[in-house]
């Protein structure tokens, strides 16, 4: 069974994190998955849980990524990815590169809530809050 999700505006009593508290975690107990850029399978439509648009370096770049299947976009190209995963708990770590630089997204699921962060070199440069809507088989 999966949780479906749906943007939400207000994030009270939802204990927003820091870049330090994300980037000092422990990835050595995750599971590492490297996501190689592929075709997607089935219908082939994206489901994306969230997606930002940044400036760096006087350019603008769309940043997106779905939880069904681990992917990132960025301005519609998909891109390889290093993913950390756990047994238990539903957190997800990608990382990637953008112009040299770590793209880094941390999506935190607390029960029925998910925060999901953007960040660039160990700086958050997006937020997104969602909460649970639906259960789905």
Same mark, same amino acid.
């Given at each position: 069974m999966s949780?479906?999700?749906? /943007?939400?505006? #207000? &994030?009270?009593?939802?204990?927003? !994190?820091?870049?330090?508290?994300?980037?000092? /975690?422990?990835? #050595? &107990?995750?599971?590492?998955?490297? !996501?190689?850029?592929?075709e997607l399978s089935g219908d082939g439509k994206v489901?994306?849980?969230?997606a930002w648009t940044i400036?760096?370096?006087n350019s603008q770049y769309r940043v997106s990524f779905s939880r069904d299947n681990l992917h990132v976009w960025i301005n519609?190209?998909?891109?390889?990815?290093?993913?950390?995963?756990?047994d238990h708990g539903y957190d997800v770590d990608l990382f990637f590169?953008?112009?040299?630089?770590?793209?880094?997204?941390?999506?935190?699921?607390?029960?029925?809530?998910?925060?999901?962060?953007l960040l660039i070199n160990g700086e958050i440069k997006g937020q997104d809050y969602q909460t649970k809507v639906d259960s789905a088989e």
């Amino acid at each position: 069974m999966s949780m479906l999700f749906r /943007r939400a505006t #207000s &994030t009270e009593g939802r204990m927003k !994190r820091s870049s330090n508290e994300i980037n000092t /975690r422990d990835m #050595s &107990t995750k599971k590492k998955v490297i !996501r190689k850029v592929q075709e997607l399978s089935g219908d082939g439509k994206v489901k994306v849980t969230s997606a930002w648009t940044i400036d760096m370096s006087n350019s603008q770049y769309r940043v997106s990524f779905s939880r069904d299947n681990l992917h990132v976009w960025i301005n519609g190209t998909a891109v390889e990815t290093t993913c950390y995963i756990t047994d238990h708990g539903y957190d997800v770590d990608l990382f990637f590169t953008l112009e040299g630089q770590e793209g880094h997204i941390y999506s935190d699921v607390e029960g029925h809530e998910m925060m999901n962060y953007l960040l660039i070199n160990g700086e958050i440069k997006g937020q997104d809050y969602q909460t649970k809507v639906d259960s789905a088989e």
